[in-house]
């Protein structure tokens, strides 16, 4: 039984996890900032081509992903 407790311990944690992600994504028009296009971005436009690369956006999910794993780690001890 202790097997089924830890699997919805850890359902209930990805749950929240999701319902977070869905809830920024959702109501992402309305935020300040606009995730894909915060400064220090990369973006080049060429005559005929267009490179884009989001650094900061990159960071600022890394940091995010990198918190929410910590977070999931430091409660399943």
């Known amino acids: 039984m202790d097997t089924f407790r830890e699997l919805g311990r850890t359902l209930l944690i990805l749950a929240a996890i999701l319902a977070a992600i869905g809830a920024t994504l959702y109501f992402s028009g309305r935020l300040p900032f606009r995730l894909g ?16 690369f989001p650094l900061v956006t990159c960071l600022i999910v890394s940091v995010a992903l990198s918190l929410a794993l910590w977070l999931i780690s430091y409660f399943r001890r």
């Open 37 to 52: 296009r915060l400064p220090g971005d990369i973006m080049h436009r060429g005559e005929q081509t267009t490179f884009y």
